[in-house]
């Protein structure tokens, strides 16, 4: 059985449970307690020389990076697709799974996060901090689901694909942490009410995970 | 003839460059000037709502986010592939590409670096914020190609493929704006000769460009 290594908060491995559930593929969750620095042992790097989560343990291979694991999915269970076939849609869904994963999450994981403390900024610096990318990337998000074109209440269908797996977790961060209202993207608020009810996100979600903290 | 939407600094534009010039493709450069903020501009906001460099015009579509252009030119002109054929291939060629484009790059930016001067850090916090998140980018690198085990100079084979076409900006960048030294990264020392030597590269490198100051 696959083994992904996870951390309940981490968004980059929310991405990958949520992909792991829409395809229906066995896997079983190793906790890696970002909180208290377990990436950054020894055996963890071995597996992950980036100290980050996820990574997924698959026959032997090490896969890391949660879009790479994620295509590689899609590749290896093609069904259901995660991509459209039409090579410009594909390139469409890409560019909006990127938003996220290039210019939003990084800017606002952890490390970075104590980085910025590192530079004198306080709390509530930080928090501006984090809101700012993520309100710019969102109304990014929001121009660019509208120009294309698509139905919902997905990104780009009625059924979700990898662009709303990079998407719903980052609303769900953007509103359980930053307190941000999704009422200015129509598109991103009805995303995420349709993941909110949809078997595979309820499952990824970061409170079903183990390690979770008990409410 | 396609339209690249382009700075000549700018590591994701270029990036896209290299594909295009791998690929052979005819197309031609429309210069934003980031430093002059031209980016902002509501007609290029229209093309790009991240108001982010690059995107591509073809067909009336406009495509944004390198790697999902770089996807797309890979779908649509396969040869010389970017990609391998075996999916786990795939994958670590995938995940050395995002270690560049969403865990060093993005933090190093020029939208990202003018906030971190906003945060009160002055030009040498400027550039050891930068040089840290490049470092450890390169050394996570180093190990991930050591592990794939591939034989050289490009990051996993004799031809270059989509990983090199994000590293070799970043190993531009790194030496030319940090005085990063690649020696303790002899593989990726290896690639940033070979793609100094190689028709694609050239043509694509910043200095090679129509808005690139006069030396």
Known sequence: MMTLWSYWRSGAAHRVR???????????????????????????????????????????????????????????????????????????????????????????????????????????????????????????????LEDAGREGPFAFGPEPGLADCTIAPQLYAAQDRYAIDLAPFPRLAALDSAAQAHPAFIAAHPLSQPDAPES
């Open 18 to 144: 949520i992909a792991l559930e829409l395809k229906g593929v066995a896997y079983q969750i190793a906790p890696v307690d970002l909180r208290a620095g377990a990436q950054k042992a020894e055996d963890y790097r071995a597996r992950n020389p980036q100290a980050l989560v996820p990574t997924l343990e698959v026959g032997g291979h090490r896969l890391t990076q949660s879009l790479a694991i994620i295509e590689w999915l899609d590749e290896r269970y093609p069904t259901p697709p995660l991509l459209p076939d039409d090579p410009i849609a594909r390139a469409q869904v890409r560019a909006a799974a990127a938003v996220v994963a290039c210019d939003v999450h990084p800017l606002g994981n952890l490390r970075v996060l104590n980085a910025v403390r590192g530079l004198g900024a306080d709390e509530a610096g930080v928090a501006s901090w984090a809101r700012g990318w993520i309100t710019s990337g969102f109304e990014a998000l929001e121009r660019l």
